[in-house]
């Protein structure tokens, strides 16, 4: 298998929990995890296969991290992709990894 790349923006945490999720899930021998705040774009061509952990704020805003990351580049088709009418938990870890249901309350 091919090494994964998964790159994640987590103000509050949550999308680090998921990305740690998927790097147990996929395999720590499979995947390779970055922050993207400490992280060069650069290192995006070392992989073929790549997830990026995305959170939005208010209406749709990126973390502020992708923004300093990538710029418009990224941002421009992740809004278009992220307007979807997706659940209003659907980024929180406990949805994602129960099938859609929470398990817990906040």
Request: net charge negative; proline share 3%; glycine share 8%.
């Amino acid at each position: 298998m091919e090494r994964i790349g998964i790159f994640y923006g987590s103000t509050t945490g949550n999308c680090q929990v998921i990305a740690d999720k998927l790097e147990t899930e996929l395999g720590k021998s499979n995947t390779d995890v970055f922050e993207v705040a400490y992280t060069r774009v650069a290192d995006l061509d070392n992989y073929k296969n790549l997830i990026f952990g995305v959170s939005t704020w208010g209406t749709g805003d990126l973390q502020e991290d992708w923004n300093e990351f990538i710029g418009n580049r990224l941002i421009l088709i992740l809004e278009s992709y992220f307007s979807q009418d997706l659940p209003i938990d659907s980024c929180r870890p406990d949805y994602f990894f129960n099938n859609g249901t929470r398990s817990s309350q906040p």
